[in-house]
């Protein structure tokens, strides 16, 4: 699905070779500013590689419109951005950007279920702590349904097993509707339990190593 050949960006972190596989779920693993976030926003074309090149569907990255590309390449940031207004809205921001059909909130309150937030519909967002704020986001990014997801530690500001629990749902979720999954995690025990693949980064090199 993705394929980068001779990547490097600055002087941070070089990528030179890597398949990321259509359909499985793989694991980012590195230690904090080892480069993880860069490469997940190079596969978002939110920066572009200093040198060589990414490819999607065997197309280069840099002919893909980016509007179009982050459509089907959705990705979820370490830090959660929140709209003004209350849950309902918060879920919806992304449906509504998109001009999307709104879903009714029966909808809205089986994912909030998922991402194990128990939150009215009605609940003003400043009132939710961080790791609140990031289930959010999640289901915000979930209601999307997009074919690739890119989630920057998604579990980083949740306890141990609300953390194990969002990681099981979206692993299983990605795994029944057969969609593309990056994790970033800097739990190698989490990586090693939920990934088909697990791509690491150590002395700035990225590269596949064993599951
Ligand atoms: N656009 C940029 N220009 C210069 N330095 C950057 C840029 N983006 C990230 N960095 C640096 O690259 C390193 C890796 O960052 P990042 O990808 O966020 O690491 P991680 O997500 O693994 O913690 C950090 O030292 C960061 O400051
Ligand atoms: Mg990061």
Redesign the pocket.
């Known amino acids: 699905m993705f394929r980068f050949d001779s990547v490097t ?2 002087d ?2 070089r990528v030179p070779s890597l398949m990321i596989g259509g359909g499985r779920v793989t694991s980012l693993l ?10 997940l ?1 190079m596969l978002n074309k939110m ?1 572009s590689p200093t040198a060589g090149e990414i490819l999607y569907h065997d197309r280069p990255l840099r002919e893909i419109d980016s509007v179009l590309h982050r459509r089907e390449v959705c990705m979820l940031s ?1 830090t959660p951005v929140m709209f003004e207004g209350n849950v309902r809205d918060n879920l919806l921001a992304g449906l509504l950007f998109r001009k999307a059909p709104l879903p009714e909130d029966t909808v809205l309150s089986e994912t909030l279920d998922r991402v194990h937030l128990n939150k009215p519909l009605s609940e003003p967002v400043d009132k939710l702590s961080g790791g609140e704020k990031q289930r959010l986001a999640l289901g915000r990014v979930l209601l999307l349904d997009a074919p690739v997801y890119l989630l ?1 530690e998604p579990s980083s500001s949740l306890d141990e097993n609300t953390a194990v629990a969002v990681i099981e749902m979206i692993a299983s979720c990605v795994r029944e509707k057969g969609k593309t999954l990056v994790l ?1 995690t800097h739990s190698a025990a989490v990586a090693e339990k939920y990934s088909d693949d697990i791509v690491e ?1 150590r002395n700035k090199v990225a590269e596949r190593r064993s599951v």
């Open positions: 960006f600055l941070i972190l590195g230690a904090s500013g080892s480069g993880k976030t860069t490469i926003r920066v370490q920057d970033v980064i």
